[in-house]
């Protein structure tokens, strides 16, 4: 894959104005060995996943692709250095990635990096720190891309597994299933006048809602003011330095909540999110 063509979400997120990072803190049992860190992401990552190893350009037409460029991943991993001896290094994490959120990633590289802290703190012996462009992939699919690879064989790390596959299975259908398929598609008699109701009806309710949705935006941006809301910022708060606050939940909690209320996990964690968030709301604005 010399180029592949930007999906259209990438290329908005690209942009300055919604240029978006995702941050991940995983803390460790034992400190990192840098060097064997900088061999497996050679050997794995820039291997398997070729986004990793691309950069974004535009073409002269206005398309963006990735172009498949040589990677240096000592440009890609970081080690900082914190003053010694100290017995937490929890303050010095904190403002290590609230300071990550003020500077982008350089396009002319590959959008991601890994930040290596091997100091002790709160709940770990050390810290990885992955700063990743929202243009290579969504949470989700960063989330599998990870699990991938911890779930390789310990006696064969450097065995290669699809992540996605790029062709699909298809099974041809019997020749009857084809047959009843075209004779209940036909568009004459009674059926085929219904069908046809059913499909103009279909297509002026889909223009007509989004006539109205066209209007509503287009009048939020000219004429309607946004109301006042805790989440509003005022106006050069984008400039304002970032400042990442955490919390803790035990699993074993959030596994007995969810077996009262029989959900899920993600259930129970999306519930605790979302009530945050409404607690954040219903404070007084100043």
């Known amino acids: 894959m010399e180029q592949l063509a930007v999906s259209p979400m990438g290329e908005i997120l690209n942009t300055p104005t919604f240029g978006l990072c995702i941050h991940v803190v995983v803390e460790l049992d034992e400190p990192v060995d840098i060097s064997d860190t900088k061999k497996t992401i050679s050997e794995l990552l820039l291997s398997q996943s070729p986004r990793f190893s691309s950069v974004p350009i535009m073409k002269d037409?206005?398309?963006?692709?990735?172009?498949?460029?040589?990677?240096?991943?000592?440009?890609?991993?970081?080690?900082?250095?914190?003053?010694?001896?100290?017995?937490?290094?929890?303050?010095?994490?904190?403002?290590?990635?609230?300071?990550?959120?003020?500077?982008?990633?350089?396009?002319?590289?590959?959008?991601?990096?890994?930040?290596?802290?091997?100091?002790?703190?709160?709940?770990?012996?050390?810290?990885?720190?992955?700063?990743?462009?929202?243009?290579?992939?969504?949470?989700?699919?960063?989330?599998?891309?990870?699990?991938?690879?911890?779930?390789?064989?310990?006696?064969?790390?450097?065995?290669?597994?699809?992540?996605?596959?790029?062709?699909?299975?298809?099974?041809?259908?019997?020749?009857?299933?084809?047959?009843?398929?075209?004779?209940?598609?036909?568009?004459?008699?009674?059926?085929?006048?219904?069908?046809?109701?059913?499909?103009?009806?279909?297509?002026?309710?889909?223009?007509?809602y989004t006539l109205l949705d066209l209007i509503t935006t287009f009048s939020r941006f000219k004429w309607v003011e946004d109301s006042r809301f805790p989440i509003r910022g005022h106006p050069g708060v984008e400039m304002l330095p970032k400042v990442i606050a955490s919390n803790r939940f035990k699993l074993h909690d959030i596994r007995e909540i969810k077996n009262r209320v029989g959900g899920t996990e993600n259930d129970v964690v999306m519930g605790v999110v979302f009530y945050g968030f409404r607690l954040y709301c219903q404070m007084d604005i100043p």
């Open 61 to 208: 037409n206005g398309v963006v692709q990735w172009k498949k460029t040589e990677v240096n991943v000592a440009n890609h991993v970081f080690v900082p250095q914190f003053p010694p001896h100290l017995t937490s290094y929890d303050e010095y994490v904190e403002e290590y990635v609230s300071d990550m959120h003020l500077r982008n990633l350089s396009p002319s590289h590959p959008l991601w990096e890994l930040h290596f802290l091997n100091y002790k703190t709160t709940n770990g012996e050390a810290i990885m720190i992955v700063n990743v462009h929202h243009m290579l992939g969504d949470g989700a699919s960063l989330v599998a891309l990870a699990r991938a690879y911890s779930t390789r064989p310990s006696n064969n790390p450097t065995l290669s597994q699809t992540l996605i596959s790029s062709t699909s299975h298809h099974t041809e259908l019997p020749a009857q299933v084809h047959k009843i398929r075209s004779l209940d598609t036909t568009w004459f008699g009674f059926d085929g006048i219904y069908r046809l109701w059913n499909l103009v009806f279909t297509v002026v309710l889909v223009m007509w």
